[in-house]
């Protein structure tokens, strides 16, 4: 079933909205102001955000900005904000859509639709190098014929590292992807599980081949 997070402070459209997706099959979670969409947004990880830009705590704009901080869930913007620069403005933010309000149910809902299928996972790889494989799917490491065993924390790492081989992934991104906006600045937890991995996959740990780190920046997956 797929979690829509509704965010808007007019408590008849949250309701009506509330109600409505239900009836036609997703599940909705709600929040009236940019705090709680945000504290939401971590605990349930949503498949997708609709989000009003006039939020009683903070400009909708400042919420798009910081759910991209870490996720790159689909966000469609519902604002009575008309102009085109507001529209330009929230895409160039983050968003993925944009409606305004009055709108039809059925737009919405259409709208809902494409952001699930844009949003559809591709298939995990098997990642296959010289010293060990890597089945991401089936949540399997292997150094030749010996299983090795990832933690789950483990395995979100390697997740993030491989999507985007030779690619620098930032501290930052990482600890909010793994961990979450709480942990935005525990670097000690990246050194620490970035050292397991070393341990259990690379040939010598001390000196990484495939999981290196750029001092103060990130990491990257050379494979």
């Known amino acids: ?3 829509v997070l509704i965010v808007d402070d007019e408590p008849m459209l949250l309701r009506a909205l509330q109600i409505n997706l239900r009836a036609h099959g997703y599940r909705p979670i709600t929040a009236t102001d940019g705090a709680s969409a945000l504290a939401a947004a971590t605990e349930h990880r949503p498949d997708i955000v609709v989000l009003d830009l006039g939020l009683p705590d903070m400009d909708g704009m400042e919420v798009i900005a910081r759910l991209r901080e870490w996720t790159a869930t689909p966000i469609i913007v519902l604002s009575a904000r008309h102009g085109s620069d507001d529209v330009v403005d929230a895409l160039d933010a983050g968003a993925d859509d944009y409606v305004t309000k009055p709108f039809g149910l059925d737009e919405l809902l259409a709208r809902l639709r494409a952001a699930s299928r844009r949003a559809v996972a591709p298939a995990a790889p098997i990642i296959t190098t010289e ?4 089945d991401t799917g089936a949540r399997k490491a ?3 014929e010996t299983e090795v ?3 789950p924390t483990e395995w979100k790492i390697v997740d993030q590292l ?4 030779g690619r620098l992934i930032p ?12 942990y935005a600045k525990e670097l000690q937890y990246l050194r620490v599980y970035l050292n397991q991995l070393r341990k259990k996959l690379e040939p010598d740990p001390t000196r990484p081949r495939y999981f290196i780190t750029e001092s103060g920046m990130g990491y990257r997956f050379e494979p």
């Open 1 to 3: 079933m797929t979690t």
């Open 131 to 134: 010293h060990f494989t890597l």
């Open 142 to 144: 292997f150094t030749g």
């Open 149 to 151: 065993r990832l933690t």
């Open 162 to 165: 491989v999507t985007y081989p």
């Open 171 to 182: 501290q930052r991104q990482l600890l909010l992807e793994v961990w979450g906006p709480a």
